[in-house]
């Protein structure tokens, strides 16, 4: 029996875990460990999930919690290690580009552990952001690289990674919409509205982004309801400035199957996250993204996503130009549903 172990620390490797864990069970024939190394703690950020996508318990809960950089990497390099000496893995399966990802993958390649990285070959190409670096080092040091997309494909083969360790799988997240959004709630939201998420550093950390997010959204919530389910990063910042949204409905952190229901309600999404960017897709709404730049450059390219930056003019006039235009979704850029399947067919390689 092959032994496989998954780290996760932050929510949007929940989601991707579960679909691999559940491709891992019913392909038979490995043990799968868990480990939650602590990076998101709180009940809506991280017990939610486990609940809602019935996710195993975590074999070993680390309790990391967010800090510097330095600090959070460092303290999950050693609690990772402890673990893989321990449980002696065949494979380590790592996931997205957190902290915690760059942790798991050092800690298993100094253990000379094969590395496996589910949506590998994502650039940005702003190496300010800490997930770059994290995905850089990540894709640099694993034995598969699961690519979501052909430009994560191109990204790895420009930088010149053996072909042969390349899988194009497609996004575990389109197989987690898939099969998620089949047993959907109802939103608990009526009416017409949108919905926005902000907690990337590069906005939370700059006070003038920030206001300036807060800005666009409130006049957006002049003519539309705009609903803000609050990362904690950002509401601690926003106390710290003192910025405030007026008009914008601010509520706490929802859960996995909320969130997926409340974008398929929506008329558009405001975002800096990867994920819902691509959930927005598969859900057939629009998205505004406030970065300066996206990994999923193919939503752009089919005219689905606005990649506006985060002045206020430029986000409410991409809001508009997006509302008044036909957009087609039939496109399918990120595989056929089965990346989940096709990882752990990949993995049966395992010596
Ligand atoms: C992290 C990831 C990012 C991912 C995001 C998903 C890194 C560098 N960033 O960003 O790639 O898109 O998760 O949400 O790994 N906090 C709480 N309660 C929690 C979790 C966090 O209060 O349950 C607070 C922390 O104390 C910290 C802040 O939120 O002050 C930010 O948390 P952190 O894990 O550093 O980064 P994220 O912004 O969540």
């Avoid at 998420?197 to 006049?219: F, P, W, Y």
């Amino acid at each position: 029996m092959k032994r496989l172990l998954s780290v996760v620390g932050a929510r949007p490797q929940f989601v991707k875990a579960a679909v691999v864990s559940r491709a891992i069970e019913r392909a038979g024939g490995f043990e799968h460990r868990l480990v939650h190394t602590g990076q998101h703690y709180d009940e809506n950020m991280s017990d939610i999930f486990f609940r809602e996508l019935e996710i195993a318990r975590p074999d070993h809960a680390l309790g990391v919690r967010s800090s510097s950089h330095g600090e959070m990497t460092g303290l999950m390099l050693a609690g990772i290690e402890k673990v893989l000496v321990a449980e002696k893995p065949d494979a380590v399966i790592v996931y997205g580009d957190t902290n915690s990802t760059l942790a798991a993958a050092l800690a298993a390649v100094k253990l000379h552990l094969p590395v496996a990285h589910v949506e590998a070959g994502l650039r940005s190409f702003n190496m300010r952001m800490p997930e770059e670096v994290n995905r850089i080092v990540a894709d640099r040091v694993s034995h598969w690289l699961f690519c979501p997309t052909a430009t994560a494909e191109a990204n790895l083969l420009k930088e010149g990674v053996d072909r042969a360790r390349i899988h194009a799988v497609g996004d575990v997240m389109y197989d987690a919409v898939l099969h998620y959004s089949r047993t959907l709630p109802p939103s608990a939201r009526s009416g017409r509205y949108c919905v926005a998420t902000v907690h990337r550093a590069e906005n939370t950390d700059d006070a003038s982004r920030l206001g300036s997010i807060l800005k666009a959204l409130d006049e957006v919530a002049d003519s539309v309801a705009v609903v803000l389910p609050l990362h904690p990063r950002t509401r601690a910042r926003m106390r710290e400035q003192g910025l405030k949204a007026r008009k914008v409905e601010i509520v706490d952190p929802v859960g996995y199957l909320e969130m997926l229901a409340l974008v398929r309600g929506a008329e558009a999404v405001f975002t800096d996250s990867g994920g819902l960017q691509k959930e927005a897709f598969f859900l057939g709404r629009p998205c505004i993204t406030l970065r300066d730049e996206t990994e999923w450059v193919e939503l752009v390219d089919l005219g689905v996503n606005v990649v506006a930056g985060t002045e206020a003019r430029a986000i409410v006039g991409a809001w508009r130009a997006l509302a008044g235009r036909q957009l087609d979704w039939s496109a399918r850029p990120y595989g056929g549903g089965d990346a989940g399947g096709r990882i752990v067919a990949a993995l049966r390689g395992v010596e």
